[in-house]
């Protein structure tokens, strides 16, 4: 492949990136399907539709780029100041949008302000400790020198799975599951990829924090904050009735017959 990539979008039509695409759209699949509420968005990068299998009845896509393609209607927006009044979100999506973010630390703030408590992120990262990221470091030492290509995009930067965990615990998310996925080489032809397909399961079994790219979901938790569930009003209302006092009995006032039995007439 001669010419250099530059956006993960174009990158995302290659060879290895379809390979990627593919595992990322299961795993998204897989977490939202069972997570509720009313309102969820994803945050950039339309060619994965991250929200695909949810069933909230509110689903938005927000980008910075206006001629990308989108699985549904999109709206413009700046990452580090959402449209959105604070804990109005029940799930927020990041398809690659923190590497790709001129300030991920903000846009991951916006996000912790836009969620309900308890609400729900889920991230999805290339990982710089994989076989992927070492050639892409490689590549870029030989940049420098005045030759060799690239084989991620040039745009953005890598965030390590450990670090993200940090910023997320900084900002009182839980991780709530992790994993990670696409173990074979950085290689650049379907029939090569093909050939590489035994990686995978290998790679899950003997090397499992080296693939190309990491899963979270993450919790928003507030400190304080107790859940009712589903049921308070009527354990609410059991707790208010009227209990008796053990040992004691009402007596009703004593009828003429009893009266007289007693005293003997």
Not at 147 to 168: H, K, T, V
């Amino acid at each position: 492949m001669s010419g250099q990539i530059i956006g993960l979008q174009d990158w995302f039509e290659t060879p290895p990136g379809r390979y990627l695409l593919a595992w990322e759209q299961a795993q998204f699949d897989e977490a939202v399907a069972d997570i509720f509420g009313y309102h969820a968005l994803q945050l950039g990068l339309g060619c994965v539709d991250g929200l695909r299998a949810n069933r909230m009845p509110h689903r938005w896509l927000a980008t910075t780029d206006p001629v990308v393609p989108a699985p549904r209607a999109a709206f413009l927006t700046d990452f580090a100041a959402l449209p959105f009044s604070a804990n109005s979100l029940d799930l927020v999506v990041l398809p690659h949008t923190l590497e790709l973010s001129p300030d991920p630390h903000a846009t991951l703030r916006e996000v912790e302000r836009v969620l309900v408590p308890e609400g729900r992120v889920v991230i999805c990262g290339l990982n710089p400790a994989s076989l992927w990221g070492m050639r892409q470091r490689r590549a870029r030492l030989y940049q420098r020198l005045g030759f060799g290509e690239l084989f991620l995009p040039e745009a953005g930067d890598f965030i390590g799975y450990w670090r993200l965990r940090d910023w997320l615990r900084l900002l009182s998310f839980e991780v709530e599951s992790g994993r990670f996925g696409a173990y074979r080489p950085a290689v650049r032809s379907d029939a090569w990829l093909e050939r590489c397909r035994w990686f995978d399961r290998a790679g899950e079994r003997w090397w499992p924090i080296f693939g190309a790219v990491y899963f979270l979901v993450a919790v928003k938790r507030v400190r304080g904050m107790r859940l009712l569930s589903a049921d308070w009003r009527r354990a609410s209302q059991r707790a208010s009735a009227p209990v008796p006092i053990a040992g004691r009995v009402h007596r009703g006032p004593p009828t003429s017959s009893t009266s007289s039995e007693g005293h003997g007439f």
